[in-house]
Structure formats: structure tokens, C-alpha cells
């Protein structure tokens, strides 16, 4: 666990702990870490909805709402209020990227940021599931920092990474120790509740920007709904999710049948594993 600083006392006055919850392995770890740790602190949860989550086999929010619940929590939804994510691919004329991720920052952050401008406490804990594990990008987040483009009118905001320092295998033995089920489009191999059918070992949105050639032929063999309606607007809009490949031509191209397809390890991750 990434401790909070020494200065910060959770007893003050008018202080509040935000949990982001996007219903994956790490939020959810996340969770019930900060659960434990501040059982009687003033706590909300919030998921945001960029309406394109995964809806089968247990729709993304009410798979949320249940494991918010599990930790006597009520979880609000937000939503960006303009656009889902497939309108906003469609006004753009484009896809987000590594490096502009509107996917994150006009569906996810902004909406959140919306909502805790709303809570009443005068000090804010943001708390997020992001690991150093995860990628190299995220390895170079600081797990304490004080927001201060949020800290404003008599409000401080301080973003926490309360599991920064955890691995992947740490993350799911706490899932199974606790019994904490994980989603079941997590690949079989993450659940020790006799779970199949899951293809992915990421839980994002149902086709991700960062999904690798393996998870998109998973998703073609799984969600075809949804890999059919991303590569319809890939053909609508004349741009492509991935650089220079269609999500046509990168299931054709390798010429792997999916079912044969070279599995990852049990703790291995592709090149981002963010939830």
C-alpha cells in the first residue's frame, strides 16, 4: 500500500475520500483497501459512464453499483452529458490516442471533476487504482499529490494512488482471498470461482485504443456487436483506431486463428494493463 503522508489526518473536519470505480481489478482492489484503512471516513463512489461499456455478461454499472455495495457504498454514475464515446470518435472524425486521450479526459476525468466540485467536504481525497505495474507510463505518476487546479473556493484536493505499488499478482490474491468476484469478462485463468468465458485481462471500454492484437481478436470472437461497430465507423469516418490497420485487416492479417493465439501468463500484461 501507498501510504498517505503524515500530514494528513483523516480525522479532520470536513474531509472526504472519493473512490474512482470503473469496476475493474485495481479500482475494485482499490476499494476495498481504502474501505478498510478509513472505515468511518466520509466516502463516495463514482463510476463514469462513457457509454460504451461492456453490457454482457453483467453490464458495467450494475456490476459497479454491486461492488460499491459490498462495501456499504451507494455509487454514482456520471456521464459526460454532450457525447458518449462512439459521438464523440464521430464529431471528431477520429479516434483517441496515446497521447490525446479525450476517451479519459472529456469522459472519465471531466465528469468526475464535475462531481466532486459538488461534494460538500471541505478536503477531498481523490483516490484512483492506477499501478506503477501497469506500464511505464504510469510507473511515473506520483502516488500523492496535491491537485491544485481542483483546490479552489476553500476546497483542497489531494489525488491518491493508494495500491501504486502492488503487482498484478498481488491485486488478484487480495481478490481471492477476500472472495471478491472479478467481472467475468476477466479471462478464466483470473477467477478462482470456476468463472469461463471471459477473453480479456483488461477492463476498459468494450473495444479500447490500447487493446492489443490479441485482446482485438478476442474481441471479434466474444463481442462481435461491438467489433463490428467500431469497424463501421472506422469506415464512416475514414480513420482507423489503430495507426495505418483497420480492425478488419489486423484480425485478417496475422493469420492466427483466435482460438490458437498465443496466450499471456497468468501475471503477465500487455504493453498497458489499466484495469
Known amino acids: 500500500m501507498t501510504d498517505v503522508p503524515e500530514s494528513f489526518d483523516p480525522a479532520a473536519a470536513s474531509?472526504?475520500?472519493?473512490?474512482?470505480?470503473?469496476?475493474?481489478?485495481?479500482?475494485?482492489?482499490?476499494l476495498g483497501l481504502v474501505r478498510e484503512k478509513y472505515p468511518t471516513l466520509?466516502?463516495?463512489?463514482v463510476m463514469a459512464d462513457t457509454g460504451f461499456e461492456h453490457v454482457k455478461p453483467v453490464p458495467a454499472v450494475e456490476w459497479c453499483r454491486d461492488i460499491a455495495a459490498r462495501f456499504d457504498l451507494s455509487l454514482t454514475v456520471v456521464r459526460n452529458p454532450n457525447k458518449t464515446y462512439l459521438e464523440m470518435v464521430r464529431r471528431r472524425g477520429m479516434f483517441p490516442s496515446a497521447q490525446f486521450r479525450q476517451c479519459t479526459s472529456d469522459l472519465k476525468r471531466g465528469p468526475i471533476q464535475k462531481f466532486l466540485r459538488t461534494i460538500p467536504e471541505k478536503v477531498v481525497i481523490n483516490c484512483m487504482g492506477m499501478r506503477a505495474d501497469e506500464s511505464p507510463q504510469r510507473a511515473r505518476q506520483i502516488p500523492w499529490k496535491h491537485d491544485r487546479e481542483l483546490s479552489k473556493n476553500g476546497r483542497t484536493v489531494c489525488n491518491w494512488l493508494p495500491i501504486f505499488d502492488e503487482t498484478t499478482e498481488q491485486v488478484l490474491t487480495w481478490h481471492?482471498?477476500?472472495?471478491?468476484?472479478?467481472?467475468p469478462v476477466y479471462v478464466p485463468e483470473y477467477h478462482r470461482d470456476g468463472t469461463e468465458g471471459g477473453y480479456l485481462r483488461r477492463f476498459s471500454c468494450r473495444v479500447c485504443i490500447f487493446a492489443t492484437d490479441h485482446d482485438l481478436r478476442m474481441i471479434h470472437q466474444h463481442d462481435r456487436e461491438a467489433f463490428d461497430t467500431v469497424s463501421a465507423?472506422?469506415?464512416?469516418?475514414?480513420?482507423?483506431?489503430?495507426?495505418?490497420?483497420?480492425?478488419?485487416?489486423?484480425?485478417?492479417?496475422?493469420?492466427?486463428?483466435?482460438?490458437?493465439?498465443a496466450q499471456l501468463s497468468l501475471f503477465g500484461r500487455p504493453k498497458d494493463d489499466f484495469d
Open 15 to 30: 474531509t472526504a475520500l472519493l473512490l474512482n470505480l470503473s469496476g475493474g481489478k485495481d479500482s475494485t482492489r482499490m
Open 42 to 45: 466520509k466516502t463516495y463512489a
Open 176 to 183: 481471492w482471498r477476500n472472495g471478491v468476484p472479478l467481472h
Open 233 to 261: 465507423l472506422e469506415e464512416d469516418i475514414g480513420f482507423t483506431m489503430r495507426s495505418g490497420r483497420s480492425l478488419v485487416q489486423i484480425i485478417s492479417a496475422s493469420g492466427i486463428a483466435p482460438e490458437t493465439a
